[in-house]
């Protein structure tokens, strides 16, 4: 049970901001820097949830959210189409892993799952066989918090919701316990015998998609999978006839050093989801890439794609994700991920060294993560210690993002790290600096 503190929740009515725990009240915020009511100036280097691609309030996304708020700020989707939903539809085809892709826009990553879902679902109505209705999906994932999206959900997140959630995640995601002790080529064995087991125990007749993270976000801290694992599940996907979905909703739109994650392997999913990255925290915005083999099916039926939420495709949130496709080409962000994302690994790396917490280091481009273990020769986790380094790390006006994630018994304990794309050096060195001394403020247990 968190304290009960009436300083805060005399005043502040809100159950968002964690009711109870005293916060920062943030007043203002530029690159990566926010600023609270008493003046204090906070370094975010995880984009609160990964969110951040451009920094806070970059310029450019300002002035196009300004602008297109002067001229058309809603419109239903069947009503009306809009101007920067189709200019957005047409930059999403050309940055997309897929041959001939469309777009489809909501307004969470959670939302955009359970779109993804649906389309699945539909989809195989479409080509006559509505018998294909199972999901798989992977433990450790998360893929979101609504009934859907968390049933696809392998994390700590289904506590209380059990019982309401389907059993999808059922199959082990690669790399995810660094006490396996398997190599590299027995972890891919692994890994893609875990989703034909499961395959084959639904019954790929009764399978519409597997669902997965390329590389892991919130739930594992930037599990990276081995070599060959995506286009595994890709080979496994076709023998088997079921779509291939990958969630981007952290390693889209460049976070990983490539515009997707699956970019590092050149693997082509059916369908892509979007979320956080996609507008830098200016609009609430999310959305799909679709292959043009699905899309052509919604386009020749009779309703298309009847299923969406109120602010699917708002003129706003399309303005802005324009407008951020658009800056990451011309300020070279996809080159300063990978670049800016070697130099944290390797400031990581120098942390690692001279702790006995630090169990590994791991990620591409600028979403890394540490896992938290007791010594090196156990790699037992650090129990809490996610939490309580991202404590130690807001002692230093650094904020990072703790993944306490269930995975067989154990709690893996990690944090992550998602600075803005357009980070600099200087930037890079004073996070491994702070990062580095709350990691020797760590205790020992
Ligand atoms: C991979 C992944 N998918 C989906 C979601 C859900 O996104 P949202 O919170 O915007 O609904 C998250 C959120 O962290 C995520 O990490």
Redesign the pocket.
């Known amino acids: 049970m968190v304290a009960y503190d009436r300083r805060v929740t005399d005043t502040d009515y809100s159950l968002t901001a964690s009711p109870g725990r005293r916060l920062p009240v943030a007043t203002h915020a530029s690159g990566m820097r926010i600023w609270d009511r008493d003046g204090t100036e906070w370094l975010d280097a995880c984009g609160g ?2 969110v951040m691609s451009l920094g806070h309030c970059h310029p450019r996304l300002v002035k196009a959210a300004q602008e297109q708020l002067e001229k058309l700020t809603f419109t239903y989707r069947f009503s009306f189409s809009n101007e920067p939903m189709i200019e957005l539809a047409g930059l999403i085809r050309e940055i997309a892993p897929m041959d001939r892709g469309w777009a489809f826009f909501n307004s ?4 955009s ?1 359970e779109s993804a879902i649906h389309l699945a679902l539909l989809y195989w109505q479409h080509v006559g066989k509505p018998g294909k209705t199972e999901l798989i999906s992977r433990y450790p ?6 009934l859907g ?1 968390l049933g696809l959900s392998g994390s700590r997140w289904r506590q209380g919701f059990e019982h309401v959630l389907d059993d999808n995640p059922v199959a082990q995601a690669p790399n995810a316990d660094i006490r396996s002790g398997r190599t590299p080529a027995e972890e891919l064995a692994f890994g893609l015998q875990q989703v034909e087991d499961a395959l084959v125990a639904r019954g790929p007749e009764n399978v519409a998609a597997v669902f997965l ?1 390329p590389i892991s ?2 739930s594992t801290a930037a599990v990276v999978p081995p070599d060959g694992y995506l286009a595994g599940v890709r080979a496994l996907c076709d023998r088997y006839e079921v779509l291939m979905i990958c ?1 981007e ?2 390693t889209g739109f460049g976070r990983t050093g490539q515009w997707w994650g699956v970019d590092h392997w050149g693997v082509q999913p059916d369908m892509l ?1 979007f ?2 990255g996609v507008t830098s925290g200016v609009t609430p915005f ?1 959305g799909l890439a679709i292959g043009g083999e699905i899309a052509d099916v919604f386009a020749a039926a009779p309703e298309g794609f009847p299923f969406g939420h109120t602010y699917s495709g708002n003129p706003v949130g399309c303005a802005v994700a324009a407008e951020v496709i658009r800056t990451i080409r011309d300020d070279g962000l996809l080159e300063n991920s990978a670049q800016m994302g070697k130099r944290l690994h390797e400031g990581l790396l120098e942390i690692a060294g001279s702790s006995p917490h630090i169990g590994q280091v791991r990620g591409r481009g600028l979403l890394q993560g540490l896992e938290l273990v007791t010594d090196k020769d156990s790699l037992e986790p650090l129990a809490g210690s996610s939490y309580a380094l991202a404590a130690l790390a807001r002692e230093r006006h650094l904020m990072i993002y703790s993944c306490p994630t269930p995975l067989r018994g154990r709690v893996i304990e990690a944090v992550m790290l998602a600075p803005p794309l357009n980070i600099d050096d200087r930037d890079v060195d004073e996070i491994v600096n702070r990062l580095g001394e709350a990691v020797q403020a760590l205790p020992s247990v």
């Open positions: 949830a990964m969470s990553g959670s939302e799952v994932s998360f893929h979101g918090s609504t999206a993270e976000g919130a969630d909703t952290v989801s979320a956080k999310s």
